[in-house]
């Protein structure tokens, strides 16, 4: 089994319903193990858009990263999400941030995350439930690549009820 970490994000619809789905469709893949407070964010891209609910989740599984990323992909289409607008609204949004200590650089396959280490959306859940996991390839944890970034972009944790879910 290995240790992967998923990113969730969701603005259209009802955002927590959307994370709350797509986590019990996630644990018939993956064996899930943590999952971080919800955090409310600004979007990156494309500006005029709602903000976005974001968490991330701990998980372990067997299937190797590209068949997991297509597990990933396959629920985000049957969710709803579109593809037509690049950084756009969604329905729900998965993104496989780690996966184990691999580092891999392929066509339709980044580890870690490309984007992650820019990403406070993703850094500061991640660092609520992983802040001394080391990043590949160069060793900083969480908590350093967090330090680093500066507090521009809005990253609100909020208590919503019922989040984050009973992994029991």
């Excluded at 903000?51 to 289409?77: C, I, P, Q, Y």
């Excluded at 160069?138 to 609100?156: C, F, H, I, N």
Aim: proline share 8%.
């Amino acid at each position: 089994m290995v240790e992967v970490f998923i990113g969730l994000g969701s603005n259209v619809g009802d955002p927590v319903a959307n994370l709350k789905e797509a986590l019990t469709r996630l644990a018939e893949h993956v064996t899930l193990e943590r999952v971080s407070s919800a955090y409310l964010t600004d979007p990156v891209g494309l500006r005029e858009q709602p903000r976005f609910l974001n968490a991330v989740v701990r998980a372990r599984t067997e299937l190797d990263a590209r068949e997991l990323l297509s597990v990933m992909a396959r629920l985000e289409d049957e969710m709803g999400r579109q593809r037509d607008v690049r950084f756009g609204p969604r329905t729900i949004d998965l993104d496989l941030l780690l996966y184990g200590n691999v580092t891999c650089q392929e066509p339709g396959l980044s580890l870690p995350h490309p984007r992650m280490a820019d990403r406070r959306f993703v850094l500061v859940p991640l660092s609520e439930i992983a802040p001394a996991i080391r990043m590949p390839p160069d060793g900083w944890t969480v908590a350093e690549l967090l330090s680093r970034l500066p507090a521009s972009q809005a990253v609100d944790r909020i208590q919503l009820e019922g989040w984050p879910p009973s992994l029991g």
